[in-house]
């Protein structure tokens, strides 16, 4: 299922740093989500207009661990190439076997993107991804 942005999720109080919470039904939908909430912090929730596919692929790990490193992935790619997801699909999520993510791209606008945050890091501080009555629930802390 390809999850599109904008998409549900609370901000955690946090001194000094950002932070994001999610729930969804699976934890492949429940990952997709994490990827869209960076996104809106990134653009602060203006639209962005929809480019090509990227796929990332992390290493097999815990399920925090993974997410936290397909956000630093795409943190990355937002540092060197200035895109920003505008839709995700999770087509592998498996603690043995590792993560692949297709992100559907938009060009960054420092324009139209005036009240995204600066996001400096992915940290592994408070990072969670757990099952939470019948479906899963992630959290990450963001460096700004």
């Given amino acids: 299922m390809r999850l599109r942005h904008p998409v549900p999720y609370e901000e955690l109080d946090h001194t000094a740093d950002a932070g994001v919470l999610v729930r969804g039904d699976s934890k492949e939908e429940t990952l997709g989500r994490l990827v869209l909430a960076y996104a809106d912090l990134v ?8 480019g090509a596919d990227q796929v990332i692929e992390v290493e097999a790990g815990d399920l925090a661990g993974m997410a936290v490193d397909v956000l630093r992935e795409l943190l990355f790619h937002f540092e060197t190439e200035r895109w920003v997801p505008e839709s995700c699909e999770v087509a592998l999520l ?5 993560a692949r993510v297709v992100v559907g791209t938009g060009a960054y606008d420092p324009v139209a993107h005036t009240d995204g945050l600066v996001l400096k890091a ?19 802390v963001f460096d700004t």
């Fill in 122 to 140: 992915v940290t592994l501080h408070a990072a969670r991804f757990e099952p939470e009555g019948g479906g899963w629930v992630a959290a990450v």
């Fill in 94 to 98: 498996d603690p043995e076997r590792g």
């Fill in 43 to 50: 653009t602060g929730g203006a639209p962005l207009a929809s």
